[in-house]
């Protein structure tokens, strides 16, 4: 009875994984080379020289950490990953796999219904520039200068709501007024 329960403990009880070699774990310290996936606007050496990781460097968490902020610093990035890859070409090398997801650019920007305030008055609210990547937060400082304009003038019941529409590699962006 007591051999049925110890191999039962043996099977549920976590075991190291056999594919670690503690000879290859320093292999990421410091990589061979750099890589790039998932960027089409931003070229390949702007993302790894905004990163600030070299090849031949040794890495270490606040190095990795930096790059990672100082890549979302540009803007022009909604994910951003830092990973290591061991080609099995080079088992002595390691590659930085730097993986990214680029914003899309802002194509045109609009403003619909707006009728007790002129539309100009109303788009010159907005603080998004055409041509630069979307930025959420200037989304959202546009949407409080619109409903500060408004509930300057007494609108309290005014909503705001952005909508965006696909420009083929550029995006549009309307922001849609109820004035209540």
């Not at 049925?4 to 043996?10: D, K, P, R, S, Y």
């Not at 905004?50 to 950490?65: H, K, V, Y």
Request: hydrophobic share 45%.
């Amino acid at each position: 009875m007591l051999r049925i329960f110890l191999a039962l403990l043996a099977l549920i009880l976590p075991t190291p994984m056999l594919a670690q070699d503690p000879a290859q774990a320093g292999r990421c310290l410091v990589p061979d080379s750099i890589a790039v996936r998932g960027n089409t606007r931003v070229g390949r050496a702007s993302i790894v020289a905004a990163s600030g990781l070299r090849e031949g460097d040794s890495l270490s968490f606040p190095s990795i950490q930096r790059a990672i902020r100082d890549l979302y610093g540009t803007g022009d990035f909604d994910r951003v990953e830092v990973e290591c890859g061991l080609p099995a070409s080079a088992p002595a090398g390691a590659v930085l796999v730097i993986d990214v997801t680029e914003r899309p650019i802002v194509g045109r920007v609009t403003v619909l219904g707006p009728q007790a305030i002129p539309a100009s008055t109303v788009e010159d609210k907005v603080t998004l520039l055409i041509g630069r990547p979307v930025d959420p937060a200037s989304i959202a400082v546009s949407m409080r200068r619109i409903d500060s304009l408004y509930k300057a003038r007494g609108y309290y019941l005014v909503k705001i709501a952005p909508e965006t529409t696909s420009l083929g590699d550029r995006v549009g962006i309307a922001f849609r007024v109820d004035e209540g």
